[in-house]
């Protein structure tokens, strides 16, 4: 049962990233959401220090081209993701992307993997939408529905590529050089005059606490997707990705605990018994509805 823990404690860790990302987005500590996007896509080349360069080799052109198609489709996912974060409720945003993230992997995979869906598909695409509808109050501001459906679609884009990615090349070689496209993309980034003023002010002004925040909330990130491919390897990938429902679970006690402590930036409506009845139901049935998905 040790893949079980690992992928519960991987959620758990999932839960604390979305918070720490509405925070940093909404406070004053990150001053533009794609200034936050940068940092993020920056810190992929953390890889080269675990780099066993002897088993690395030079990139074929299609390698390249994928691995910078792979970078911008993440890249502008996690930008619309905070965009959507900067304006609205986690609990509402991370439902809606995670739905569609789910959905999108599935139907980007029949189209460019010629993988076929599964009879359950929409049995759990049903239950994904109902789920998702419960958990989310859709209290979304002007442009933030469509940030946070955007952020979805293009995480699930980003991760068959990076599946095709692996049957073209090593697994060494495609995370390797897809991380280090994720880096090119946030420089690119930079070619946007609005974005550079953004970024050089918000490194000027930006305090020791900020960068050390964004550099742990990013290292728990990469620690929980460890964690959730250890538990792949070691459990049934069906219910590892069912779990990812425990999210919504943990994002819902932290806003019971935060809410009070931290009305700025965690205001969601969790304090009446109903909605908490109604949240239950909906991470239900979004758990399911990954079950189904996966079978």
């Known amino acids: 049962m040790l893949w079980l823990y690992l992928a519960l404690i991987a959620q758990f860790l999932n839960a604390a990233v979305i918070l720490a990302d509405k925070y940093l987005v909404t406070s004053k500590a990150v001053s533009k959401p794609v200034v936050y996007a940068f940092y993020v896509g920056l810190l992929s080349g953390v890889v080269v220090l675990a780099a066993p360069f002897g088993a690395i ?135 946007w005059p609005a974005n550079l003023r953004a970024v050089v002010q918000n490194i000027k002004s930006s305090t020791r606490g900020t960068k050390l925040l964004v550099m742990g909330n990013k290292g728990l990130a990469g620690t929980a997707f460890l964690l959730i491919l250890l538990a792949i390897n070691l459990g049934d990938v069906s219910i590892v990705n069912a779990l990812a429902g425990a999210q919504f679970l943990f994002l819902l006690l932290f806003a019971l605990i935060f809410t009070k402590k931290f009305p700025g930036y965690f205001f969601e409506t969790v304090h009446r018994r109903h909605v908490i009845i109604q949240k239950l139901a909906g991470i239900i049935l979004i758990s399911a509805g990954l079950v189904f998905l996966f079978l």
Do not use: Q
């Open 57 to 191: 080799f030079p990139p074929r052109l299609e390698i390249i081209g994928l691995s910078f198609l792979i970078a911008l489709s993440y890249i502008f996912s996690i930008l619309f993701l905070y965009k959507s974060l900067a304006a609205s409720d986690a609990s509402d945003v991370a439902p809606v992307s995670g739905a569609l993230a789910a959905i999108s992997t599935l139907v980007f995979s029949f189209v460019f993997l010629n993988h076929d869906l599964s009879r359950n598909f929409l049995t759990g695409f049903i239950l994904l939408v109902v789920g998702t509808l419960l958990m989310s109050f859709f209290r979304f501001k002007k442009w933030s529905a469509l940030h946070a459906v955007l952020a979805g679609v293009l995480f699930g884009l980003s991760s068959v590529c990076v599946k095709i990615l692996f049957n073209m090349t090593s697994f060494i070689d495609g995370f390797f050089w897809s991380r280090m496209a994720n880096v090119a993309g946030a420089l690119m980034l930079l070619l």
